[in-house]
């Protein structure tokens, strides 16, 4: 359902940093039963309805469905644990001895690679397994068509030459035995986690480059991919050279792609497939919720990094008056919004940053219980009127909810203009500097769990072009700009704390968004699966901890 | 000489959205081997359902018959579809107006010749084959052998009306039902039909009950005549009779509207109005109001089918012998002016 | 039979570049930009053009399609996906024998209740079978497949539990790791949308047949047949069926079309990986290679199938085959 986007700017950072991601936390609320000791054994049948993952190839795939499986084939530098909470967002070195020491200037990372590890066919991992995904990443031989590879480049020295065709190697990466050292054009505060991204997990060095992605190809995870008929389904096994700590409790795991969710959710309750990758169909959550119970043996509830908001347009009447935006933060209906999306489909916020963000925390600063009309009179300090505009896409629960936020903005004094675009031109059409909007619906879903990629990447206004903007209330404030620059130019814990000051700042001063659901990720499993261990980051169970046996 | 075919107070009735339609409303004929009885009438009249019930042809399910239907002296009418198919193809066969259509388009002519002999003997594909194409050749097809393979839309109507003759001779039948053998023919092919089937009426000594509404028809091929009118016969005589004395005024009218060779007449003389409805009859005698000798007693009173001369001339009219045979001299007398202008 | 044949692959080029004419032209009408939606939200223009590029969408529509054309005739390549670089050869190749089973398993079907049941509702009109086989032909006429395919799946499938709700077996050599496989396994996870393609299309052709029949009975020949005295079976098999089935036959080749139509909304409720899910997908992603590819391999299927039903008309029909 959510396509991951990507990094969309390099950070800069200055000083010295070691252990970024330790830094960071992950707050999956979800838990699961772990419980008693997971029994190996059976083969996992997980549905994917309508959906298929686009590439199995760790060098080209892109997706949260790919990701969600590739990390149970794949071994990473340093990576999450299959923990539930809080725990299973930090990340730990994995095939890295220790998290890498990192050069006084803050731009040589120097990994050291576990002797002993080896691939599903027997072969060693060494260094040069980690400097060949670099490659294959990079390469334009393999030609990404999805440009998703397009900013690593600038983080490596020699990625743009490498990408460029100009050199067969990339200058910045070398891989001698058992060390791997990347060399940075800048100092990076996120590189340890940028290498926790599935795109940079082991290949053997001779893996080939492929414009069409390699189906299998030999991985050290747990598992390995052992056929994959694209369309149809995918086949795991347990790689048997796999010597590591991780749960490995199914024998096969058997994805079959492009089923239908209401007849795959029949499956799951007859047992018929163990659980479907692309949730249950939303008007079931409260129903399944009803019968089987919240996180308890069958139906399981996490949040996602995904953040649903609507952006004010800051650049033009009337909503380019602050107190005319934080009116209508106290006039829309959350709770009804989130009505309209059913049960269990996500949690109230008011907020830019979602939990799990490092530095999020709630403040509760609107009216997230419903709307209150009073206040948001208040507020406005003068009588609201005019006409505004609301853009939605054509959907019928976007027109529903338009069909709310416009009897929220009648309560206050305005007169609402309905503009319902075409699903496949929204974005486009939002995007366009000049649009002709005032209130516009929005979704946004992390990378991953930096508060960068919520406040910077979205609401940064140097980033304002013509065309493909992300920045939907075309926010443009020097003073947070700057403000921006300084939290993410910071690491640790003075960027968690910085980041969580400027969540409040804002919402508070500058309320460029009504946000209004942390949305939630809903899975229903077969009675016989134990072992759900809900991870926030792939907004997925960790499938090769989940046990059928 | 015996009569082969007996029919005795034949009714048929069919049940329709509207009604009751009576179809057939009393009507008796015989016919003897080697003899030819020719029923004639307007479209309507009944003629063509007589011959369908004889057969037992009729929709079951929409057809109600009663009376009696002797052939050779046996109870045909009303006995079980097995039995009727036995004596159809067998003792009596029937063929059909429009030879471009009764004959299967798809299926070759020999084998819908051989399925008229292997649905009642037992012989082998090739016997039926043989006779086929004897058959083929006795009612003159040009070169049975080859074109026994053939379909029927690969021959022309006349030719066609050939292969239906000969599907109907093949197992030599006692009755042969024609139902307006040549109306869809050319004249010359009507004559050439129409003497092929009194020739092979001659070799297989076989009755034919001619249904036609062509008294020219009648007098080349008939022995005996019934005019049928609204579902009843309204005359009935030898062909010699009825030429010479014709009773009823509808006769009459058939007799005016038949071409002669001594006629200059361009047009032929239609008898005015139409044929009577069979769903709500006309009272009385059916045809009065086309009747232009019509008196007080033919709209109340159904005429009784009375003798007129000998035994075998009978007729449904209520003007009196004198008044009719003034009435016929009258009009033999316009009908000659006519054609004489 | 020559000259037919020639003309019949004349109109069959004419067609086969009609349709994937359109398709193209449709595609470039709709406003959305597959570079842009391969490439993702925050890429910058610079990215999108890189892709454009790469997937030769910077070339007038016309350029591209004569380069579909070249390398569909050269090469008898129809192409890579835009979205995951699949060749879509092996996805028309893939895909192809699933719809197959489902059409041509589902025609069977579908005749092999309705034949029976326009027979009986001709010879036995208003008989309480044949109001029951018109109230089947309102409802089938009616419901959409969707509706009736989770129906079924929820009724047959998962409450009665006779068959599998969902899912496809390959008929030979299943790939690694199916759960199933052969052809016992295969018509079992195919027994439902059969019967949903039964539902959907029976009830025209009982229609029809009943229609058919009911018009042969009352031809001339069928009395002719009667009147040698042939049985009502006799009579029914040899003279009403062929020719009342002849209608039926070119029906049959037009509505294989149509049912392939059908097959994307049967594929996609019982999880069948055939074409019909295939391009819905593409059709989902922008992906037009590979629903041209599929309209090219369709529109070749559906000619074929048309030639050879009007050849078997012909074989059928000595009318045709003597004209």
Known sequence: MRKKFVLPAVLAAIGALLLVASAYASTGSSSGVAGKVAKKGGTLKVNVSNGDFTFSDPGLAYDTLSWSMLYTTQMLLVNFPEKPGQAGGQLYPEAATAFPVVSKDGKTYAFTIRPGLKFSDGSPVTAAAFQRAIERNLSPKMGSPVGVNVQVQKLIIGGEDFLAGKTQKISGVSAKGLKLTIKLTKPNPTFVSIMGMQWFGAVKPDTPYSTAGLNTTPSAGPYTIKSRDAGRNLVEVRNPYYKGTRPANPDQIVWTVNTDSDQSLLQVKAGQADIDASQPPAAQYAALGDQFGLNKKQFFVGPTSCILYYALNTSRAPFNSLAVRKAANWALDRPALLRLSGKYSGSRSDQVLVPGVPGYKRYDIYAIKGADVAKAKKVAGKPLSGTVTVFHSTSASQTARAQVIEYNLKQIGFDTKDRPVPGGLYYKTLGTKGADFDVAYAGWCADFFDPFDYINVNLDGRSIQDANNVNFAYLNSAKLNAAMDKAASLSGAARATAYQKLDLTIMRDYAPWVSYNNLNSVYFVAPRVSNFIYSAYFTSPDYNALAVG | MTAILQVADLKTSFRTDDGIVKAVDGVSFSVAKGQTLGIVGESGSGKSVTSLTIMGLNDKRAATSSGSVLLDGHEILGVSTSELQEIRGTRMAMIFQDPMTSLNPVKSIGWQLSEAVLVHKDVTKKAARDRAIELLEQVGIPNPERRVDDYAPQFSGGMRQRVMIAMALINNPDVLIADEPTTALDVTTQAQILRLMKRLQDEYNMAIIMITHDLGVIAEVADDVAVMYGGKVVEQATVAELFDSPQHPYTWGLLGSLPRLDSKADRLEQIPGQPPSLLRPPSGCAFHPRCEFAFNRCPTEVPPLVKFGGPTHLHRCLLGDDTRQEAWAKKKAAMKVEAAA | ?323
């Open chain 3, 1 to 323: 039979m020559f000259y037919f044949l020639v003309r019949r692959t004349l109109w069959a080029v004419a067609l086969f570049i009609a349709a994937t004419v359109i398709t193209y032209l449709i595609f470039y009408i709709i406003p959305a930009d597959p570079a842009k939606l391969a490439c993702g939200r925050a890429c910058t223009q610079q990215d999108v053009d890189r892709v454009r590029h790469f997937l030769h969408l910077d070339q007038p529509v016309w350029r591209q399609y004569l380069r579909f054309l070249w390398r569909l005739v050269y090469h008898q390549d129809l192409g890579r996906s835009f979205v995951n670089q699949q060749s879509v050869n092996q996805i028309v190749a893939g895909g192809a024998p699933v719809t197959a089973s489902l059409v041509f398993g589902g025609a069977v079907f579908w005749l092999l209740l309705s034949i029976p049941a326009g027979i009986y509702s001709a010879l036995k009109p208003r008989s309480i079978a044949d109001r029951a086989s018109m109230t089947f032909v309102l409802f089938g006429i009616s419901a959409h497949p969707v509706w009736i395919g989770l129906i079924l799946g929820y009724l047959v499938g998962f409450r009665l539990g006779w068959t599998p709700i969902a899912g496809y077996c390959d008929f030979f050599s299943p790939s690694f790791g199916s759960s199933c496989g052969g052809p016992v396994q295969w018509a079992y996870h195919m027994v439902l949308p059969w019967l949903t393609f039964m539902v959907l299309f029976a009830a025209l052709y009982v229609r029809l047949i009943r229609a058919n029949v009911m018009e042969t009975l009352s031809e001339d020949y069928v009395r002719t047949a009667r009147a040698k005295g042939a049985s009502e079976p006799r009579v029914m098999v040899q003279h009403v069926m062929r020719n009342s089935m002849l209608p039926v036959v070119t029906i049959l080749g037009m509505d294989i079309g149509l049912a392939l139509g059908g097959a994307i909304f049967t594929e996609s409720i019982f999880s069948l990986p055939g074409l019909g899910r295939r391009v819905i997908q593409a059709y989902n992603n922008n992906d037009l290679p590979v629903i041209v590819g599929i309209v090219v391999f369709s529109t070749i299927a559906i000619i074929l199938f048309n030639l050879i039903v009007d050849l078997l008309y012909a074989f059928l029909d000595p009318r045709i085959r003597l004209s």
